[in-house]
């Protein structure tokens, strides 16, 4: 049949017709299929390290464009800062970049989907990176990323609260003032004790929840409620290979931060 130059009015249609489909498909992936139990095996220290070696050899099979793709991930840490900087908001300053890890998981669906993607020998470019987005497995993808995120405004409004409860409400001359405050009085050992407990709390809510979920719904297109639901009981049978897990990411992340956060760029993939 020959080819032919269809209108504006065809394409628009075609348009229509395809993001439709598209939209049919992501809104059954956030449903998934029925729930099927998912076998979960146990893991050690051992796998931990095996994620390390083979994170590290895809960051070499694709260092330029997944540094490319890290940098956003900083960039966005710092203009949080730089929208703190001012003394009305220098209390939020540390927990809009300790938080700013939880939605961290959000930054990596496109290394996983680089990764993914060589494993299988499939081509891997920077504009790969982005292929989730016109699959079914981008509408869990947005749920799982308002998740984190709404737990990321929840920390920062908790932080907020434990500073008024504390220090505040009184708003700090100096961030050397705020930081001798913090660390010479009463009422900010207080605040860190607190704030140091309610960010427990929020790093294992995302923890449990992203650990697999992520993955789940990008390499194996479940749902939400079974992806979240397999993450869950993953980190409920394996607690103390996930509770490791999570110590080297927040240890990598803060060795990451020490130079400006841009050393996150290199610590992400």
Known sequence: ???????????????????????????AALAGS???????RRI??????EALRKGLDDFGAFRSYVVFLCLIYP?????LVWLTARQEMLPLVFPLISGFALVGPIATVGLQELSRRRERGLATSLGEAFAPIFTPAFGPILALSAYLAALFVLWVV??????????????????AAFLADVVTTPAGWAMIVAG?????????AALAVSVLSFSLVLDRQ???????????????ENPQAVATWGAVVAGLLILGAIP??????FVLP
Do not use: H, K
Not at 44 to 49: F, L, V
Not at 75 to 79: D, S, Y
Not at 158 to 171: E, H, M, S
């Open 260 to 265: 400006v956060l841009i050393g996150l760029a």
């Open 75 to 79: 960039v966005a840490g710092l203009c």
């Open 196 to 204: 140091v407990a309610a960010g427990f709390v929020f790093a294992v």
């Open 1 to 27: 049949m020959p080819r032919t130059i269809g209108n504006p009015l065809s394409w628009t249609v075609q348009a229509v017709a395809g993001g439709g489909r598209q939209l049919g498909a992501g809104t």
């Open 44 to 49: 050690g220290t051992e796998d931990i390290r």
């Open 222 to 236: 479940m749902g939400v409620s079974q992806a979240v639901a397999t993450s869950v009981r993953f980190t409920r």
């Open 158 to 175: 908790a932080a907020r609260a434990i500073w008024l409860l504390t220090l505040g409400p009184d708003v700090p001359d100096s961030a």
């Open 34 to 40: 029925a729930y099927d139990e998912v076998t979960l």
